[in-house]
């Protein structure tokens, strides 16, 4: 067992293999969508530089940083750095990424909400050179 393991929340999971993440990605599915809950939720662990696809959320998404530290943007709007213990709300609709900073590795529990079947809507990568730019801050 490595060390993060030891120490991680949750089990790593299994590697995110969709095409909406660039770098290395693992997810731990926690609790699916049910007859009570309106919503999935997972661990998603980043490696050094793994980030997400830009994408929406019709009905919004709860961010809870359990580990590390990475970064959060909306469309237009200046990066915000995220470490372990932050919580991150994003609005419905609202075009954004999340992922690790390039030094440091990050693990985040999402709370995706459903609008009838529908919890995300991926859009086009970050690109490298944005991501470079916000590694600078």
Known sequence: ?????????FPKG?????????GDAYLKPLLARDKNNDFAMGSVSFELGARTNWHTHPK????????????????????Q??????VVNIPENTEHWHGAAQA?????????NFEG???????KPVSDEDYNEVNKQ
Do not use: C, R
Not at 14 to 22: A, H, V
Not at 60 to 79: N, R, S
Not at 104 to 112: G, L, N, P, V, W
């Open 81 to 86: 750095p995220i470490k372990k213990g932050d």
């Open 104 to 112: 440091t590795k990050m693990t985040h529990i999402a709370i995706t």
């Open 14 to 22: 299994d590697k995110l293999t969709n095409g909406y993440f660039t």
């Open 1 to 9: 067992m490595t060390d993060n393991q030891s120490t991680a929340l």
């Open 60 to 79: 919004g998404q709860v961010l809870i940083v359990t580990e590390g530290a990475g970064f959060y943007q909306e469309k237009g709007k200046p990066a």
């Open 117 to 123: 079947g529908t919890n995300v809507i991926w859009l």
